[in-house]
């Protein structure tokens, strides 16, 4: 389609989506490995450690997917998609980005539950099984899930015809257009799925905040954090959740500004650049700050430079010695 000509022709748009694209799975893969490490090692598990693996790896085929998706729009070959192609690629993006939300929701809830006093009702969740969890994962996932059923009736591969009525996804790819009832009858559905698990994470968020607001007057009361009932691990671990709810929050908020402004304005290709880097963000973000904040990770890699150092030391004392 011609919409999509100022696309594939701008480098700088094209680099920039492969830029964080690349970081994202770079950033996904090794936060993988480092928990399947722990987990060999044998660690101590924490109640968030399989949501954060399952994120890591939702966040690494989403980030693939996505690859597919974007050389198809900015380096278009000679074959198209056909129309079975584009109904899967498409409802299996949707199915991954429904996962990462309901697994962020989960994760923010169990952090709260974590933090929680043994005097919250809240307490009696903390021993929960790992399978708990995955089972309380696949239950939001199910009630998610269906509501992107509709990808199979309204994407289609790209006619060889010029129409304005198609929305462009990719060279292959396009939204058939809807009539205005089933439109904002979708649009009704989709608001109120997105709106009940941000709303979960908000009120998460806002207990975590709560307490670690009486935390802080308790420690200042005291003069001794080491009386304090919450420990410096749970501390940061909150802060870092209460950073990836934030950061998720945002982007989803820019996400519906950004896809209301390309309906607007007639399928603005600039707008669905726009769109395409806010939706990824999150789960090239995400993992990012998991590094940089677990301690676990961080002794991790400072155990791995300290032996790298000690072997090249090593090695350039014994060519000296030679």
Aim: charged share 15%.
């Amino acid at each position: 389609m011609n919409k999509a000509n100022r696309l594939y022709s701008n480098i700088h748009i094209r680099n920039t989506v492969y830029t964080v694209s690349g970081v994202g799975v770079m950033a996904n893969t090794l936060l993988l490995l480092v928990h399947i490490s722990l987990h060999i090692t044998g660690h101590r598990p924490k109640p968030t450690d399989l949501p954060i693996r399952l994120l890591a790896l939702i966040h690494l085929v989403i980030l693939l997917i996505n690859g597919f998706i974007v050389a198809d729009i900015f380096i278009p070959q000679g074959g198209r998609w056909d129309d079975l192609t584009c109904k899967l690629l498409i409802y299996l993006y949707r199915l991954m980005r429904g996962f990462s939300i309901c697994a962020t929701c989960l994760l923010s809830v169990l952090q709260a539950i974590t933090l929680s006093p043994r005097s919250s009702c809240l307490a009696r969740f903390k021993h929960k099984s790992s399978l708990h969890n995955l089972y309380c994962l696949l239950f939001l996932w199910v009630i998610y899930s269906p509501f992107s059923s509709h990808l199979f009736i309204s994407i289609a591969a790209t006619p060889n015809w010029t129409s304005d009525n198609f929305m462009y996804i990719t060279e292959s790819c396009s939204f058939i257009p809807m009539t205005f009832f089933l439109r904002h009858s979708l649009s009704i559905l989709l608001t109120f799925r997105e709106a009940s698990l941000i709303g979960i994470m908000a009120l998460s968020s806002g207990y975590m905040v709560a307490l670690l607001c009486r935390h802080k007057r308790q420690s200042q009361r005291l003069h001794r954090t080491s009386l304090s009932p919450l420990s410096s691990p749970e501390l940061r671990a909150t802060q870092t959740i209460l950073l990836l709810m934030s950061c998720f929050v945002v982007m989803s908020i820019l996400d519906s500004i950004v896809a209301y402004a390309r309906i607007t304005l007639k399928d603005d290709p600039v707008f669905y650049c726009i769109q395409i880097l806010v939706a990824h963000s999150y789960a090239s973000f995400s993992p990012l700050v998991f590094i940089c904040t677990e301690k676990r990770i961080i002794s991790i890699f400072r155990y791995m430079w300290d032996k790298t150092v000690k072997i090249s030391v090593g090695s350039g004392g014994s060519v000296l010695l030679r």
